[in-house]
């Protein structure tokens, strides 16, 4: 008996070990991926990180400050790398930024907006939910929760609409999120995970406040002098042209 008992403590002790390891591996696995070439000869370093979770199909959170005279990054030619390696050299050109590995995605940050108050991103529901979403969905419904955390009224009025069949697959519900005391940056990082197939971006412009809300403005990807006038993220598609089942 007592030998059956040892066997099954070491049986255990070897199962909890196995657990350990593969919980550890799944938790840094994004910037542990090993690279073997990674060129980039985009001009901004914004551009070399979306470039990077393009290519290796890394869901990503970037936030990023809008700099008028930002230096021009470097072009890129790295061999035998991790990917945290290269995310750490693309951001060694522009300083201030940090990152880690936080919700399932690999967060971009500037620090000195981490934890800023004017910096929307911080806002914190107390409770957050959608079912079987796709990105469209979830970017009405989130907008809906900040401006009725802001602005509580009895109802909201309004509506989106988007292209059917699109070849990322932003139009698949596959999204759902059920979360309590959750920050607006852990449901788009949530939303990205569960889609697969995306990153999102906030590009901030510290220089200029929302027209009616004390928050930072935000740009857009395609126009990152331009300020929205509204609260806007944005979603990448990290595959253009996915083939997807509905």
């Not at 070491?10 to 199962?15: A, E, G, K, P, Y």
């Not at 995970?193 to 403005?217: R, S, T």
Request: aromatic share 10%; net charge negative; proline share 3%.
């Amino acid at each position: 008996m007592l030998r059956i008992d040892m066997r099954c403590l070491i049986l255990m002790s070897l199962l909890v070990a196995a657990t350990i390891v593969i919980q550890a591996q799944s938790q840094g696995s994004k910037l542990d991926i090993k690279v073997e070439v990674f060129d980039s000869g985009q001009s901004s370093s914004l551009d070399q990180l979306i470039e990077l979770g393009k290519k290796l199909h890394v869901p990503m959170g970037i936030e990023w400050s809008y700099k008028a005279n930002e230096k021009v990054a470097a072009p890129i030619h790295l061999r035998g790398v991790t990917v945290g390696e290269i995310v750490k050299h693309i951001l060694g050109q522009q300083p201030g930024y940090d990152f880690e590995e936080r919700w399932g995605t690999v967060h971009i940050y500037d620090r000195s907006l981490l934890v800023d108050k004017a910096n929307f991103l911080n806002l914190h529901f107390p409770e957050f939910r959608v079912t079987d979403a796709n990105l469209f969905d979830l970017t009405f419904q989130l907008r809906v929760s900040i401006t009725q955390k802001l602005h509580p009224t009895p109802g909201y009025g309004g509506g989106y609409g988007y292209g059917p069949d699109r070849a990322d697959g932003f139009d698949v519900l596959k999204v759902s999120i059920n979360g309590k005391d959750i920050s607006v940056r852990e449901v788009l990082s949530q939303a990205v995970v569960k889609q697969d197939n995306a990153l999102w971006i906030v590009i901030f412009h510290q220089d200029e406040m929302m027209a009616d809300e004390p928050f930072y403005g935000q740009g857009y990807g395609s126009a990152r002098d331009s300020v929205a006038t509204h609260f806007n993220w944005e979603f990448l598609a990290l595959n253009d042209h996915l083939i997807t089942s509905k």
